[in-house]
T-cell receptor
């Protein structure tokens, strides 16, 4: 078990460019979450997947943001036409949830994050 | 809408002290509550998860309690060490599965 990994760890881009982040969850986990964290704040929920299905999207996720989890394994988060306000740490987490709650661990395990700086 | 408050916002203590970090939340219909640790510029490390049916959970020098009806959780750190210096975040979870975080307690333990 190598934990949740994210790539890249740091990204610096110019305003207006598109960026894509990748998250690889813990292998047996069926749920994958994206959060965003700005300086001095707690993480804020963006979206989550159960296998390949995107089940919920926050209102924070504007039209410029899109997330996918095509085969129910890794996920990508794309930001189009980046703005300076998009500068933040983007965190990915995974967990295991079944229809039988006693078999679920529910603990969300977080990756190291991708720090985005938009100039 | 769930709102989470953590008190104190910052804490600086000498090594060896026993500490209490407080977390309050407005919506008591939660499924569980997690406590996390975050080192500067890093991701979150899960410390403890308390199910809504539990009152306490312990791991080493850490003990977390949950009073769901009053919307409170407490993280107790025994015999603090400089390595405990970090930001501590609590996050209740409803059945919608998204964690709602407070702004954290920034802890510094000095030798």
């Amino acid at each position: 078990d190598t934990g949740v990994s994210q790539d890249p760890r740091h990204k610096i881009t110019k305003r207006g460019q598109n960026v894509t982040f990748r998250c690889d969850p813990i292998s047996e986990h069926n749920r994958l979450y994206w959060y965003r964290q700005t300086l001095g704040q707690g993480p804020e929920f963006l979206t989550y997947f159960q296998n390949e299905a995107q089940l919920e999207k926050s209102r924070l996720l504007s039209d410029r943001f899109s997330a996918e989890r095509p085969k129910g394994s890794f996920s990508t988060l794309e930001i189009q036409r980046t703005e300076q306000g998009d500068s933040a740490m983007y965190l990915c987490a995974s967990s295991y949830r079944t229809s039988v709650p006693v078999l679920s661990t529910d603990t969300q395990y977080f990756g190291p994050g991708t720090r985005l700086t938009v100039l | 809408k769930q709102e989470v408050t953590q008190i104190p916002a910052a804490l600086s203590v000498p090594e060896g002290e026993n500490l209490v970090l407080n977390c309050s939340f407005t919506d008591s219909a939660i499924y569980n509550l997690q406590w996390f640790r975050q080192d500067p510029g890093k991701g979150l490390t899960s410390l403890l998860l308390i199910q809504s049916s539990q009152r306490e959970q312990t791991s080493g020098r850490l003990n977390a309690s949950l009073d769901k009806s009053s919307g409170r959780s407490t993280l107790y750190i025994a015999a603090s060490q400089p390595g405990d210096s970090a930001t501590y975040l609590c996050a209740p979870l409803r059945d919608t599965d998204k964690l709602i975080f407070g702004t954290g307690t920034r802890l510094q333990v000095f030798p």
